[in-house]
Protein backbone atom coordinates (compact mmCIF):
# COMPACT_ATOMS: atom_id res chain seq x y z
CA UNK A 1 0.00 0.00 0.00
CA UNK A 2 1.54 3.36 -1.36
CA UNK A 3 0.75 6.43 1.13
CA UNK A 4 0.29 9.26 -1.05
CA UNK A 5 0.84 12.40 -0.26
CA UNK A 6 -2.12 15.03 0.13
CA UNK A 7 0.14 17.95 0.87
CA UNK A 8 3.56 19.52 0.88
CA UNK A 9 4.71 22.95 1.80
CA UNK A 10 8.57 24.23 2.36
CA UNK A 11 9.43 27.58 3.27
CA UNK A 12 13.09 28.74 4.05
CA UNK A 13 14.37 32.12 5.25
CA UNK A 14 17.92 32.63 4.63
CA UNK A 15 19.57 36.02 6.63
CA UNK A 16 17.40 38.14 8.92
CA UNK A 17 19.38 40.77 11.15
CA UNK A 18 17.94 42.82 13.23
CA UNK A 19 19.30 45.48 14.89
CA UNK A 20 18.80 47.70 18.19
CA UNK A 21 20.50 51.04 18.77
CA UNK A 22 19.62 54.26 20.46
CA UNK A 23 20.49 57.95 19.83
CA UNK A 24 23.65 57.31 20.89
CA UNK A 25 25.21 54.12 19.53
CA UNK A 26 24.18 50.88 17.98
CA UNK A 27 23.60 48.16 21.09
CA UNK A 28 23.15 44.91 19.18
CA UNK A 29 22.45 42.83 16.66
CA UNK A 30 20.38 39.79 16.00
CA UNK A 31 20.98 37.49 12.97
CA UNK A 32 19.10 34.42 12.18
CA UNK A 33 20.79 31.77 9.64
CA UNK A 34 18.80 29.86 7.21
CA UNK A 35 15.22 28.72 9.14
CA UNK A 36 13.51 25.70 7.41
CA UNK A 37 10.12 24.70 7.81
CA UNK A 38 7.97 21.83 6.09
CA UNK A 39 4.67 20.11 6.64
CA UNK A 40 3.84 16.84 5.02
CA UNK A 41 0.41 15.40 5.17
CA UNK A 42 -0.46 12.06 4.36
CA UNK A 43 -3.43 9.93 5.20
CA UNK A 44 -1.67 7.66 7.98
CA UNK A 45 0.27 11.23 9.45
CA UNK A 46 1.00 14.79 9.67
CA UNK A 47 4.84 15.94 10.09
CA UNK A 48 5.95 18.94 10.78
CA UNK A 49 10.00 19.91 11.06
CA UNK A 50 11.64 22.98 11.37
CA UNK A 51 15.68 23.42 11.40
CA UNK A 52 17.45 26.34 12.45
CA UNK A 53 21.19 26.66 10.97
CA UNK A 54 22.65 29.37 13.13
CA UNK A 55 21.48 32.29 15.28
CA UNK A 56 24.41 35.07 16.63
CA UNK A 57 23.79 37.97 18.46
CA UNK A 58 26.73 40.85 18.70
CA UNK A 59 27.53 43.38 21.17
CA UNK A 60 28.13 46.50 18.91
CA UNK A 61 29.71 48.44 21.85
CA UNK A 62 33.49 49.34 20.19
CA UNK A 63 34.86 48.99 23.75
CA UNK A 64 34.33 45.26 24.25
CA UNK A 65 36.58 42.63 23.07
CA UNK A 66 33.97 39.62 23.60
CA UNK A 67 31.74 41.17 20.77
CA UNK A 68 29.58 37.20 20.05
CA UNK A 69 26.75 37.38 23.31
CA UNK A 70 25.35 34.76 21.79
CA UNK A 71 26.64 32.17 18.90
CA UNK A 72 26.56 28.12 18.19
CA UNK A 73 29.43 25.96 18.30
CA UNK A 74 29.45 23.23 15.62
CA UNK A 75 26.35 21.26 14.35
CA UNK A 76 23.07 23.13 13.57
CA UNK A 77 21.15 25.62 16.89
CA UNK A 78 17.82 23.56 16.31
CA UNK A 79 16.44 20.69 14.69
CA UNK A 80 12.85 20.04 15.79
CA UNK A 81 10.40 17.22 14.05
CA UNK A 82 6.95 16.54 15.25
CA UNK A 83 4.52 13.98 13.74
CA UNK A 84 0.82 13.08 14.27
CA UNK A 85 -0.31 9.74 13.73
CA UNK A 86 -4.11 8.71 12.04
CA UNK A 87 -4.43 5.82 14.42
CA UNK A 88 -6.84 4.30 12.00
CA UNK A 89 -4.43 4.00 9.57
CA UNK A 90 -1.56 3.02 11.32
CA UNK A 91 -3.13 0.56 14.08
CA UNK A 92 -1.39 -2.53 12.57
CA UNK A 93 2.24 -1.22 13.74
CA UNK A 94 2.01 2.10 15.76
CA UNK A 95 0.70 2.75 18.75
CA UNK A 96 1.67 6.41 19.35
CA UNK A 97 -0.76 9.54 18.41
CA UNK A 98 2.53 11.40 18.21
CA UNK A 99 5.60 11.60 18.37
CA UNK A 100 8.13 14.59 18.96
CA UNK A 101 12.31 14.82 18.22
CA UNK A 102 14.33 17.51 19.21
CA UNK A 103 17.86 18.57 18.78
CA UNK A 104 19.68 21.29 19.71
CA UNK A 105 23.50 22.61 19.78
CA UNK A 106 25.87 24.20 22.11
CA UNK A 107 24.87 27.49 22.41
CA UNK A 108 27.71 29.88 24.08
CA UNK A 109 26.98 32.70 25.89
CA UNK A 110 28.71 35.40 26.99
CA UNK A 111 27.82 37.47 30.28
CA UNK A 112 28.19 40.77 30.19
CA UNK A 113 26.19 42.79 32.43
CA UNK A 114 26.55 46.09 30.59
CA UNK A 115 25.20 44.48 27.45
CA UNK A 116 22.25 43.36 29.13
CA UNK A 117 21.69 46.47 31.21
CA UNK A 118 22.26 48.31 27.66
CA UNK A 119 19.15 46.05 25.97
CA UNK A 120 17.19 46.33 29.18
CA UNK A 121 17.41 50.23 29.54
CA UNK A 122 16.39 49.46 25.55
CA UNK A 123 13.20 47.80 25.90
CA UNK A 124 11.98 50.53 28.80
CA UNK A 125 10.99 52.59 26.28
CA UNK A 126 8.30 50.18 24.77
CA UNK A 127 6.27 49.13 28.27
CA UNK A 128 2.92 49.24 26.46
CA UNK A 129 4.09 46.45 24.41
CA UNK A 130 5.88 44.60 26.95
CA UNK A 131 2.64 44.49 28.79
CA UNK A 132 1.47 42.79 25.90
CA UNK A 133 3.79 40.41 25.50
CA UNK A 134 3.80 39.84 28.94
CA UNK A 135 0.02 39.05 28.42
CA UNK A 136 0.07 37.00 25.15
CA UNK A 137 2.78 34.46 26.78
CA UNK A 138 0.99 34.11 30.37
CA UNK A 139 -2.32 32.84 27.99
CA UNK A 140 -0.34 30.92 25.90
CA UNK A 141 1.58 29.28 28.73
CA UNK A 142 -1.97 28.32 30.32
CA UNK A 143 -3.49 27.09 27.10
CA UNK A 144 0.05 24.66 26.54
CA UNK A 145 -0.54 23.40 30.58
CA UNK A 146 -4.66 23.03 29.76
CA UNK A 147 -3.46 20.96 26.51
CA UNK A 148 -0.94 18.91 28.53
CA UNK A 149 -3.56 17.96 31.09
CA UNK A 150 -5.94 17.11 28.76
CA UNK A 151 -3.36 14.69 26.13
CA UNK A 152 -2.70 13.25 29.67
CA UNK A 153 -6.42 12.60 30.79
CA UNK A 154 -6.98 11.59 27.13
CA UNK A 155 -4.37 9.22 27.36
CA UNK A 156 -2.72 10.45 24.44
CA UNK A 157 0.82 8.51 23.66
CA UNK A 158 3.61 10.90 23.45
CA UNK A 159 7.08 9.62 22.16
CA UNK A 160 9.55 12.00 23.29
CA UNK A 161 13.03 12.05 22.25
CA UNK A 162 14.93 15.46 23.38
CA UNK A 163 18.65 15.79 22.95
CA UNK A 164 19.91 18.84 23.80
CA UNK A 165 23.38 19.74 24.18
CA UNK A 166 22.92 22.91 27.31
CA UNK A 167 24.85 25.96 26.30
CA UNK A 168 28.41 27.04 28.06
CA UNK A 169 28.22 30.23 29.65
CA UNK A 170 31.65 32.49 29.68
CA UNK A 171 31.21 35.22 32.29
CA UNK A 172 34.63 37.67 31.83
CA UNK A 173 35.84 39.67 34.86
CA UNK A 174 35.04 42.33 32.58
CA UNK A 175 34.54 43.39 29.05
CA UNK A 176 38.28 43.68 28.07
CA UNK A 177 39.60 40.27 30.02
CA UNK A 178 40.48 37.31 29.28
CA UNK A 179 40.01 35.92 32.18
CA UNK A 180 36.67 34.13 32.77
CA UNK A 181 34.56 31.75 34.84
CA UNK A 182 33.18 28.63 32.44
CA UNK A 183 30.43 27.24 33.00
CA UNK A 184 29.51 23.97 30.93
CA UNK A 185 26.20 22.64 31.55
CA UNK A 186 26.66 19.07 29.81
CA UNK A 187 24.15 17.23 27.89
CA UNK A 188 20.51 16.82 29.12
CA UNK A 189 18.44 13.56 26.64
CA UNK A 190 15.03 12.92 27.41
CA UNK A 191 13.17 9.96 26.42
CA UNK A 192 10.28 8.54 27.10
CA UNK A 193 8.69 4.58 27.09
CA UNK A 194 5.10 4.17 27.34
CA UNK A 195 3.64 1.02 28.00
CA UNK A 196 0.36 -0.86 28.83
CA UNK A 197 -0.42 -2.64 32.03
CA UNK A 198 -3.30 -4.72 32.20
CA UNK A 199 -6.30 -3.75 35.27
CA UNK A 200 -9.33 -5.22 36.37
CA UNK A 201 -11.59 -1.98 35.34
CA UNK A 202 -14.33 -1.26 32.39
CA UNK A 203 -11.46 1.37 30.60
CA UNK A 204 -9.08 -1.05 29.56
CA UNK A 205 -5.51 -1.16 29.99
CA UNK A 206 -3.37 1.55 32.32
CA UNK A 207 -0.91 3.51 30.46
CA UNK A 208 2.47 4.08 32.43
CA UNK A 209 4.56 7.09 30.54
CA UNK A 210 8.19 6.45 31.94
CA UNK A 211 10.39 9.19 31.35
CA UNK A 212 14.03 8.99 31.79
CA UNK A 213 16.02 12.04 32.15
CA UNK A 214 20.26 12.01 31.71
CA UNK A 215 22.26 14.77 32.54
CA UNK A 216 26.06 14.39 31.67
CA UNK A 217 29.18 15.87 31.40
CA UNK A 218 28.72 19.45 33.44
CA UNK A 219 31.42 21.21 34.71
CA UNK A 220 32.44 25.33 36.03
CA UNK A 221 36.10 26.33 35.35
CA UNK A 222 38.34 29.24 35.71
CA UNK A 223 40.21 29.90 32.05
CA UNK A 224 42.28 32.35 30.64
CA UNK A 225 40.64 32.93 27.08
CA UNK A 226 43.28 33.33 24.16
CA UNK A 227 42.71 35.73 21.44
CA UNK A 228 40.48 38.60 20.66
CA UNK A 229 38.00 36.92 18.09
CA UNK A 230 34.89 34.26 19.29
CA UNK A 231 36.91 31.51 18.24
CA UNK A 232 39.24 31.77 21.13
CA UNK A 233 40.93 28.34 22.56
CA UNK A 234 40.36 28.14 26.00
CA UNK A 235 42.99 27.17 29.19
CA UNK A 236 41.45 25.87 32.59
CA UNK A 237 43.99 26.56 34.93
CA UNK A 238 41.34 25.41 37.87
CA UNK A 239 38.36 23.21 37.36
CA UNK A 240 35.70 21.86 39.69
CA UNK A 241 33.68 18.70 37.79
CA UNK A 242 29.91 18.06 38.83
CA UNK A 243 28.81 14.74 38.66
CA UNK A 244 26.04 13.84 35.80
CA UNK A 245 23.03 12.45 37.07
CA UNK A 246 19.88 10.25 35.74
CA UNK A 247 16.22 10.14 36.95
CA UNK A 248 13.38 8.16 35.83
CA UNK A 249 10.01 9.63 35.78
CA UNK A 250 6.52 7.71 35.79
CA UNK A 251 3.13 8.82 34.77
CA UNK A 252 0.21 7.08 35.44
CA UNK A 253 -2.28 7.68 32.30
CA UNK A 254 -5.72 6.67 33.55
Not at 237 to 252: D, Q
Request: aromatic share 4%.
Amino acid sequence: IVDSIKLKVQAKMEDVTVKLENDVREIAALEVRNLIAGVTMKSSYTEVTLKLEDIVVTDLNPRTIHTKILSIIGGEAMTVQFVLFNLEETAEYNSDNMKIDVTMGCAKIIFMNWFVTSVLNFLDHFQSAQERIKEASKAAAEAAKQNVVAAYEQATRIKLNLKIKAPIILVPVHSESLEAIVIDLGNLKITNMINNIPVKNDHGPAVIDEMKVELSDVKLSKVVLHGHDERETVDASTSRFISPGEKSLLFLII
